[in-house]
């Protein structure tokens, strides 16, 4: 039994690999790959991590790519997909130390150190000692370094290549380190963490320091440091804006565009279509890095985490978790527009887990009706007219989740009368799920949704957990962890039979995740076959050494 499921797993990938165009052979009438000065020889080394992307998420992106009316993709194929295509696929198991499943800390810390790592720290070793990461090792060999998220900067997964904290939820201390660091390039959100305890809006130091700001002044720091003013004389130009993120020609940045998370995948797309972007997108950030970085003749490495797919995902929101998937291979294309013509530079783009269990499924929900222009010989000597027993999700649905107007957190604030910590009433939340997405919910479906139960795993000064009461899931529910937030789950599990969605958790899962390496052939064929998270951190390394 065991050699046949090894076997059939065998098959399956070496299938999975062909059909995304991994076969090393196909690279050889590439140019890039035997250009005359190419020697292996890797210079720059570009990361990029879609958090929570697993083969799902890939899925959907490539679905959507596929039969969207938008013009998104009109008439080209996704970044991804270009990568994918003229590169290498491998499957990579991301399981940490002592379990299965693992956080975005530990997966993080396994991909840059190269080395097995315990759940939630970031930077240590598996006694729990600080061990140097790619990005440490890219800094002594003499290169530029840079760390690009969407979250907070300070978040875990930016967090595992610039510091060493026993907990990823150390921010104060994690932004402490990659300050001291001295990581050229840092662009991402979290500001909160970089101002002195106390600071708001009517700090007169920090208002002219941000000059006009856009960014919410509130701080998370418990003591009176002031990192921006500590970046300043270290050397770093400050921004806080596209703008002024665009007027910087070199030297070394920190740009802190949000007290914390960065846009949401679907408040992107609209300032983006409307053309009032306050922020930088992650491709604007992305390209910004490459100009600057580049100037390095000794190469550099680059982290760009597509870090909010694993945040829609959580939340079961697959209309957000479309338009994330969207922001980060806009960054992949930057990345790809960049790197094209170059053979020094290595790219590897993965996730660090799959988040959420997500996928599209058929249902016995809304069968289609045959379908009389079918009119092939089988049909008519069968006298069958074509009409499959299930509805397997109509494509249209993708240009409908694509059309959801806000992501669930603001569907939630906006039934609450957009006041924080008010619990809508099921009417509200009818109405301002029902006019944010194409699909329509009934009155029992929004009660469902506002529904409690008594937390049977309470755990007293637990952040999560020290609620006697958590929002009422019927299964699985202990997958459900973040308290209030499994009201939005609900919103996810409310829409799913009309989406095609299923959603097996509100955490992460264990599936292995896709690798995409693409750069000189010596380097991209490290990446190949069934790998695990602490062997492609180990082989970016060497590859980066070589
Ligand atoms: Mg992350
Ligand atoms: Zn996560």
């Given amino acids: 039994m065991h050699s046949f ?7 399956i990938t070496a299938s999975l690999l062909s059909a995304c165009g991994g076969d090393s052979s196909s690279s050889d009438s590439n140019s890039r790959t035997n250009g005359a000065s190419s020697s292996g020889k890797i210079k720059n080394v570009i990361m990029m991590i879609g958090d929570g992307m697993g083969p799902q998420q890939v899925g959907l992106l490539q679905d959507f790519a596929a039969h969207s009316k938008t ?89 595992a290549f610039a510091s060493h904290q026993a907990h990823r939820s150390m921010e104060n201390e994690i932004a402490v380190d990659m300050l001291e ?30 000059n006009e700001p856009t960014v919410k002044i509130k701080s998370k720091r418990n003591d009176d440091r002031n990192l921006l003013t500590q970046a300043q004389t270290a050397g770093y130009e400050l921004a806080f804006n596209a703008d002024q993120l665009d007027a910087i020609e070199g030297g070394k940045v920190l740009g802190l565009f949000s007290y914390s998370a960065m846009l949401d995948g679907i408040s992107y797309t609209a300032c983006k279509k409307a053309d009032s972007c306050v922020q930088p997108s992650l491709a604007d950030m992305t390209t910004k890095a490459l100009d600057i970085l580049s100037k390095d003749e000794d190469g550099f490495f680059l982290m760009i985490e597509g870090g909010q797919i694993d945040w829609a995902a959580h939340n079961n929101d697959a209309g957000d978790m479309l338009h994330q998937l969207l922001k980060f291979d806009e960054s992949i294309q930057a990345v790809y527009d960049w790197v094209a013509d170059r053979n020094d530079t290595l790219v590897v783009i993965t996730a660090d887990h799959e988040t959420g269990g997500f996928s599209f499924s058929y249902s016995r929900k809304d069968i289609p009706a045959a379908d009389p222009t079918i009119v092939g010989d089988a049909f008519v000597e069968s006298n069958r007219d074509y009409k499959p027993n299930f509805n397997f999700a109509n494509p249209d649905l993708l240009d409908k989740l694509y059309a959801q107007k806000k992501d669930f957190y603001n569907i939630w604030y906006q039934a609450g009368g957009d006041l924080a910590d008010v619990e809508p009433t099921s009417v509200d939340l009818l109405n301002a799920i029902n006019g944010n997405t194409e699909f329509t919910i009934t009155q029992a479906d929004a009660d469902r949704i506002l529904e409690h139960e008594v937390n049977e795993y309470q755990e007293a000064d637990h952040k999560y957990l020290a609620a006697t009461e958590f929002p009422k899931v019927d299964d699985f529910e202990e997958f459900y962890v973040y308290g209030e937030e499994v009201h939005l789950n609900l919103i996810g599990r409310a829409l799913a039979k009309h989406q095609n969605t299923v ?7 264990h599936t292995p995740v896709q690798v995409i390496a693409w750069g000189p052939k010596e380097a991209q064929q490290r990446f190949n076959g069934l790998m695990n998270h602490v062997e492609v951190g180990a082989q970016l390394i060497e590859a980066m050494k070589n």
């Fill in 503 to 509: 959603w097996s958790t509100g955490t992460h899962t």
């Fill in 71 to 159: 013009d998104i993709y009109k008439n080209r194929e996704t970044a991804l997909e270009l990568f994918a295509n003229s590169g290498q696929v491998a499957f990579s198991s991301t399981t940490p130390v002592g379990g299965l499943v693992v956080d975005s800390a530990c997966s993080a810390t396994q991909l840059a150190t190269g080395k097995p790592a315990l759940s939630e720290v970031v930077g240590l070793d598996i006694e729990g000692n600080s061990t140097e990461t790619i990005l440490e090792m890219a800094k002594a060999a003499g290169k530029s370094t840079g760390l690009i998220s969407d979250t907070r900067i300070t978040h875990a997964t930016p967090a």
């Fill in 5 to 11: 499921i090894k076997l059939s797993s065998a098959i």
């Fill in 181 to 210: 660091n001295n990581v050229d390039v840092m662009l991402g959100g979290g500001l909160r963490y970089w101002i002195p305890q106390g600071s708001s809006s009517t700090s007169t130091e920090l208002v002219n320091l941000i």
